[in-house]
């Protein structure tokens, strides 16, 4: 069997607008990626209940400014920012720790340079003032694993005004940590699921603070996101493990 191949010269001008079409709209996408906005899928439940495992979220680049880390995959260069931008208290943050440059994390942002930060009792204090927290009651939640369970449920509110929801499963260790002071160029994360999270509060299984230039960028959105059923195996899952409620569904 032959293939025909026009090589006429209009034929051969078609076929190279065609490479070109396609090699533009891979440098767009990579530009996009690199510079703009990058997703990102929740594979674990350390921010539950804000952000679900099987949530796929937007994370803008430009929000931080840029660093070897932000510039993901390329990951090279010298280090510190450009067009740097200083986080929020707060902010939910995709970051590279030091011990793990490259591996993604997602947290929030709680520990500024220079603050304080200690967990006593399961409360949050911050520069020795412990933060609002106010009781939500037993929530039913859902785990990855499919199991549907009792959990103590919070809503936390920082000395910015930031305020979202934490749970508190059992007194753990993390509950009951040291003073943390945060260095200059460092900040200190939590996740939001306290007893289910390795963060900042440990060196052994967590990774200590975060230097400015690790961070990767701000989560703004869940723009699609699936349930512990879904599996590419078996594509009408797709369909019935789709979250609807979390569509193009924003985060605090």
């Known amino acids: ?18 490479v070109k079409t396609i090699v533009y709209a891979l440098l767009l996408a990579m530009v996009i990626r690199v510079a703009i906005a990058q997703p990102f899928r929740i594979p674990s439940g350390s921010m539950q209940p804000t952000l679900l495992v099987g949530d796929y979220i937007v994370v803008t680049k430009w929000s931080y400014g840029y660093s070897k880390f932000s510039m993901s995959p390329l990951h090279f260069g010298p280090g510190g920012r450009i067009f740097a931008h ?21 947290k929030r942002l709680i520990g500024l340079p220079g603050d304080k930060i200690q967990v006593i009792d399961s409360v949050l204090h911050i520069n020795d003032e412990p933060v609002t927290r106010v009781p939500l009651g037993k929530l039913l939640f859902t785990e990855q694993s499919g199991e549907t369970i009792e959990l103590d449920a919070f809503a936390e509110t920082l000395p910015n005004g930031v305020t979202y929801m934490t749970f508190d499963r059992n007194d753990s260790a993390g509950d009951h940590t040291q003073a943390y002071e945060v260095a200059e160029g460092h900040y200190l994360m939590l996740g939001d699921d306290r007893d289910n999270s390795a963060d900042s509060r440990f060196e052994m299984g967590g990774f200590g603070a975060v230097p400015f230039d690790h961070l990767v960028g701000k989560a703004r959105f869940v723009f699609v996101s699936f349930d512990e059923t879904t599996s590419l195996i078996k594509p009408w899952t797709l369909i019935t493990g789709f979250r609807g409620d979390r569509f193009v569904h924003g985060v605090n």
């Open 1 to 18: 069997m032959r293939l025909n191949v026009d090589t006429s010269p209009a034929g051969l001008t078609a076929f190279w607008e065609n």
């Open 86 to 106: 200083r986080p929020s208290r707060g902010d939910i943050v995709v970051f590279r720790p030091s011990s793990v440059p490259d591996k993604d994390y997602v």
